[in-house]
């Protein structure tokens, strides 16, 4: 089984800051998503990312994929109360592949 | 274009009774997850469906836990007897091949 392990657990900022998450393996994925879920939801996809090294960016968010696809990173700029939730990372181990298997989270909280 | 239906949404039993979960995918989703999530933690794979074939249910705890998809469509996840450790929402998930997945709310179980 691949693990994907998440860090920080939990962060509470205030409103304006900048955060950093990470998603971390000691496998290699063919694509990796990530997904937000708000308390009582489900996990909604923010992004996947397949391609060693990409850079993608989703209005104040920046995801990076590593360069040998073990590990990723989500940047959020300028924080607000509405990013507040679980930040999960999935990985797919093999291309067509279609099994995800999840980290444990990032549980963010922006206070105003 | 309507959601991943999951009901019921909170369900409380006592512990060795049964309970079931029902789930409805969005339309011409050919595969169906069904995930638990335990407070803290990331979703955890139960068994993955291919239109009503089982693709993965090496983490189904096979002695309590049963699933089906009769017709490919809709899907009902079934535990008996329930142990305490079973407390955790239960989230379903669908997606056409490989790619996004889109979950359901949940249906959040407490067992005492």
């Avoid at chain 1, 990470?22 to 879920?37: D, E, T």
């Avoid at chain 1, 968010?61 to 360069?67: E, H, K, R, S, V």
Wanted: charged share 20%.
């Amino acid at each position: 089984t691949q693990l994907l392990e998440q860090s920080p657990q939990f962060l509470s900022i205030q409103e304006g800051e900048n955060l950093t998450v990470y998603c971390n393996s000691s496998s290699v994925f063919s694509s990796l998503q990530w997904y937000r879920q708000e308390p009582g939801e489900g996990p909604v996809l923010l992004v996947t990312v397949v391609t060693g090294g990409e850079v993608k960016k989703l209005k104040r968010l920046t995801f990076q994929f590593g360069d040998a696809r073990k590990d990723s990173s989500l940047h959020i700029t300028a924080a607000q109360p509405g990013d507040t939730g679980l930040y999960l990372c999935a990985g797919a181990p093999h291309s067509g592949y279609s099994t995800l298997t999840f980290g444990k989270g990032t549980m963010l909280l922006v206070s105003p | 274009e309507a959601g991943v239906a999951q009901s019921p949404r909170y369900k409380i039993i006592e512990k060795r009774q049964s309970v079931a979960f029902w789930c409805n995918p969005i339309s011409g989703h050919a595969t169906l997850y069904w995930y638990q999530q335990i407070l803290g933690q990331g979703p955890k794979l139960l068994i993955q469906f291919q239109n009503n074939g089982v693709v993965d249910d090496s983490q189904l705890p096979k002695d309590r836990f049963s699933a089906e998809r009769l017709k490919g469509v809709d899907s009902t996840l079934k535990i008996q007897p329930a142990k305490l450790e079973d407390s955790a929402v239960y989230l379903c998930a669908s997606s056409l091949v490989l790619g996004e997945l889109f979950f359901g709310e949940g249906s959040r179980l407490t067992v005492l």
